[in-house]
């Protein structure tokens, strides 16, 4: 039988084990003692000053009222049985100001946790604003951009509705000469024909 005492404060401890089948119809002997120097070569049941029955139906059992920074000898067992080295268990209390050391340790344990948390926060909230802030500013800086883009789109246009009209007029210039020259080619042709005519006559 394996004993486990646990939740130990300066006054009070929990304490364990496992069921055993032999006291199914009967109760367990929960026995300490502070005087434990003398009960190490003993383990006699007279011998504790200290003796608690509980029902075989439970398994686990409060100690109160012990004394602080006080070292314990604690055996189970089954009925009223003397216990043996494997049903015992030594345990020590704390003082009292050690408790009060260690709860003002965890209080600040806790607050610097707690510090630390808001401090995560703070910083979680500025990263979240600054990066909502870009967000917000990138469709402005969009929207600023587009004019300058248009205006040169537009400038483009322009230049190439120019030069259009300038081939435009290029070829007119070079149809018109092509067609005077070709009339004029003409009237050369026509003009001795009309000399030989006139000669015959």
Not at 125 to 132: H, I, P
Not at 159 to 164: E, G, K, S, T, Y
């Amino acid at each position: 039988m394996v004993v486990t005492v646990y939740n130990i404060s300066s006054t009070s401890a929990r304490v364990t084990w496992p069921a055993s089948p032999a006291c199914l119809d009967t109760f367990y002997s929960v026995m300490y003692d502070p005087n434990w120097n003398s009960l190490i070569m003993g383990y006699k049941r007279k011998s504790f000053k200290h003796e608690e029955r509980i029902p075989v139906s439970q398994t686990a059992t409060y100690l109160g009222n012990l004394l602080p920074q006080t070292a314990y000898f604690l055996c189970v067992t089954c009925q009223a049985a003397d216990p043996v080295r494997e049903q015992c268990q030594v345990f020590s209390t704390p003082s009292e100001s050690s408790e009060g050391h260690d709860r003002a340790g965890w209080e600040v344990a806790v607050g610097v946790w707690l510090t630390c948390c808001l401090l995560l926060l703070v910083i979680a909230g500025v990263l979240l604003w600054g990066c909502l802030h870009n967000m917000c500013s990138l469709p402005g800086r969009a929207a600023e951009s587009r004019p300058v883009v248009t205006a040169s789109g537009q400038e483009l246009t322009e230049q190439l509705v120019r030069h259009a009209i300038d081939l435009q007029k290029t070829f007119e210039l070079l149809e018109t000469g092509s067609a005077n020259s070709w009339r004029a080619q003409k009237r050369r042709q026509k003009k001795p024909f009309a000399f030989q005519i006139k000669t015959k006559n």
